[in-house]
């Protein structure tokens, strides 16, 4: 694989493959934060934003 992909300088694409490793690869979170140097916190609120959004996209589709 490309190296650009697997290590994300942009902080969306950061954001975005953070969330795919908690979601689509199931890897506990506690290994997301060490992997992308996130505090628990900031994985929390980035968990929360991503659910806020899931459902405001739901909500109006």
């Given amino acids: 694989m490309d190296r ?3 290590n ?4 969306t ?6 969330m795919r490793a908690l979601y689509v690869e199931n ?7 060490e992997r992308f140097s996130k505090s628990h916190f900031s994985m929390n ?4 934003d991503n ?3 899931v459902f405001k996209l739901w909500a109006t589709s």
């Fill in 4 to 6: 650009d992909i697997l």
């Fill in 27 to 33: 890897i506990m979170a506690k290994e997301v934060t």
């Fill in 8 to 11: 994300p300088t942009h902080v």
């Fill in 51 to 53: 659910h806020k959004l």
């Fill in 45 to 48: 609120a980035m968990k929360r």
């Fill in 13 to 18: 694409h950061k954001k975005y493959v953070a």
